[in-house]
């Protein structure tokens, strides 16, 4: 009977402990859109976010072009290299001239929910 107790006890603890990795912070950031090395940008103080998937939302979005001033809510990976200046940046909200525009991309999600593949080694998977 212990061991049946300690099984359903160890098991909820190992289930929690997954679901607790949720609980990743947002970010906001406000600066100027802009092009960096091709990709859609914004300098945010001294650091560059390349900001995943606004290029799905240009033309059906009046305003989003270069050197609009944006507010983007979303997560930014950490640097690379230590020191580094450029980040990526997934946008879950992105605030332009007043209206703001739910902007969720897929890479969003993934660290929202704890689960970032890419910052995972991909040997051994067949990529």
Known sequence: MK????????TAIIGGSIF???NTPTTNI????????????????????????????VGFIDGLKEGAQVSIDGYASAPAIEGQRDR????????????TYEVGSPDADKLK???NDKSKNSKGRGR
Request: with cysteine; charged share 15%; aromatic share 12%.
């Open 20 to 22: 607790a990795q949720s």
């Open 88 to 99: 990526s940046f997934y946008p879950v909200k992105l605030t332009l001239n007043g209206k």
């Open 113 to 115: 929910s704890g689960r």
């Open 30 to 57: 406000k600066g100027t859109l802009g092009l960096s090395n091709g990709k859609i940008s914004v300098v945010s103080g001294n650091i560059t976010y390349y900001v995943g998937g606004l290029q799905r939302y």
């Open 3 to 10: 061991k049946i107790v300690l099984l359903c006890l160890f």
